[in-house]
């Protein structure tokens, strides 16, 4: 029997990992939630399970990989299906003949396996952790706890709907900016490059002293030219440590708090992910997840290491006893609205209406941000491009001007 290396979280939110033999992951999957761990990530130690097909290398290159919006129509599909009363077996199977994509009808095609061998669907998809995330395996266990699997896939089409629209926006608000500064640093490349070179060739024909600002930018021009080569490729070693900086767990802690402090960018972040947060905690706690578990899993899905690590923090608090309120507060990353509704969700007993409340408030927030990102970027923008051609304009032509000035006192 195949050994599987598992990673997951005991009921406590600790991390635990080890290794398990199993006929598959799935039954891996299984054993491990009756045993109180929700799995993460479970690959498999050894070789192949026997009489399992697996796809060659080109054919895993090639494949088109399970997308979020993959994810999106499964979901749908899934509450089309179940309301209209077939069964799961057969919607899985329906699902599996009408994927084009060989990917999506093998993901299909081992949840039907999965339930064949007598596993829950939340254990089968607990197979694909880079697919269906703990926050989406949660809530479909809770609906096969609680009969309402359709409902919940229909809330969670809706999330994820949500979801993809917050991170859209996100993008949105990061990506005028980092075009246009792009775009300028190639200018400013291109001048050093092929534009001052050719206005030092004449200025070496004066013979004369020029401007210190001139001397700065061929100087600047001369060390370009020389070591190009040598700063094109410290260029691609500091993007790829960079990458390779922010994939690490302190790199990602790091940049995504310092991502929440970018000028204008920053708060359209927070906004966002805020709205994340409160979405998928109102989701969880109207399914009837506790607050403890849910603070667990949404911590996953606000796409922050930065606010993950305070909502855990929030976990914490809730563990000792103390309330939303004053955990949430203790935390520092909300504002005082979020804790207004926090409160008055606590004392009425309609935290997950307020906290949509609050996720419709900041999506509409983050709407009308970027709306006008552009009038708030433009001035800055203009300034800099401003400085910029004012310092090239007086490093190319002081030293005309002055040569001008002199032929015309000596006339």
């Known amino acids: 029997m195949p050994q599987f290396a598992y990673t997951g979280r005991d009921e406590r939110g600790q991390l635990v990992q080890g290794e398990l033999e199993g006929a598959s992951s799935s039954v891996v999957a299984g054993a491990l939630v009756s045993q109180g761990v929700t799995p993460i990530e479970i690959t498999a130690a050894g070789s192949a ?20 919006t993959d994810v999106l129509m499964f979901s749908r599909q899934m509450n089309t299906l179940l309301k209209a009363g077939v069964p799961m077996m057969s919607a899985l199977k ?31 998809l607990l197979r694909y952790p ?44 990061i990506r005028y900016p980092m075009f246009v500064v792009i775009t300028m640093a190639i200018a400013v490349m291109v001048i050093n490059v092929f534009v001052i070179p050719t206005f030092a060739k004449v200025y070496a024909g004066f013979k004369t002293e020029l401007p210190l600002i001139t001397k700065g930018l061929i100087a600047f021009s001369n060390f370009t030219v020389a070591y190009w080569p040598a700063l094109l ?12 900086y922010i994939n690490t767990g302190r790199g990602r802690l790091v940049w995504d708090e310092y991502k929440l402090k970018i000028p204008i960018a920053g708060p359209i972040i927070l906004n966002a992910t805020l709205a994340r947060f409160a979405r998928s905690f109102a989701l969880a706690i109207r399914s009837g997840v506790p607050a403890v578990q849910a603070l667990t899993i949404v911590a996953g899905t606000v796409d922050n290491a930065h606010m993950a690590r305070h909502i855990e923090g929030m976990r914490e608090g809730v563990e000792r006893g103390e309330s939303l309120r004053r955990t949430a507060a203790a935390a520092g990353i909300f504002t005082p609205m979020v804790l207004q509704m926090l409160t008055v969700g606590e004392e009425t007993g309609e935290l997950d209406a307020m906290m949509n409340e609050i996720a419709e408030l900041y999506q509409r927030d983050v709407e009308y941000s970027l709306k006008n990102l552009a009038a708030q970027i433009e001035p800055i923008l203009i300034i800099g491009l401003g400085a910029l051609v004012l310092l090239l304009a007086l490093g190319v032509f002081l030293p005309i001007w002055d040569l001008g000035g002199a032929a015309l006192g000596k006339k």
Not at 141 to 155: K, S
Not at 156 to 173: G, N, T, Y
């Open 49 to 68: 399970a026997p009489g399992e097909a697996q796809p060659g290398l080109l054919e895993r290159l090639t494949e088109k990989k399970f997308a979020p």
């Open 233 to 244: 490729g410290l260029l691609i070693v500091l993007a790829f440590g960079f990458r390779f």
């Open 130 to 173: 880079k697919v269906f995330d703990a926050f989406y395996v949660a809530m479909v266990r809770v609906g096969e706890f609680t009969g309402t699997l359709q409902e919940i896939f229909l809330r969670l089409f809706d999330h994820l709907e949500f979801e993809k629209f917050m991170r859209d926006q996100v993008r949105s608000a």
């Open 94 to 124: 329906g699902l599996e003949g009408s994927g084009e994509d060989k990917a999506i009808s093998r993901v299909m095609r081992d949840l039907r396996e999965g339930l064949e061998s007598g596993n829950e669907l939340s254990t089968c």
